[in-house]
């Protein structure tokens, strides 16, 4: 996995290159793990730890970004 700056993760989703799913409730999450296949690409951490993740769909293609520490990015890493 590749470490990533948060303002670069958050510039995945400004520019239209990934989805966010930051939003994603626990039970929207747990299907969309269930509904997808991810691989982790990369994450950025601070002083208290990871904070955002980049992950993409090994099916599709399609990136997937979740720009802030939430259930979302504890189900997802």
């Avoid at 951490?45 to 979302?72: F, H, Q």
């Amino acid at each position: 996995m590749k470490k990533y700056r948060q303002k670069d993760i958050k510039d995945f989703v400004r520019t239209n290159l990934a989805e966010d799913i930051t939003g994603y409730g626990f039970d929207k999450m747990k299907e969309f793990l269930h509904s997808h296949s991810l691989e982790k690409i990369g994450y950025s951490a601070g002083i208290y730890g990871i904070n955002g993740g980049l992950l993409r769909d090994i099916n599709t293609g399609k990136l997937y970004v979740i720009t802030a520490r939430n259930t979302a990015l504890a189900m997802a890493f």
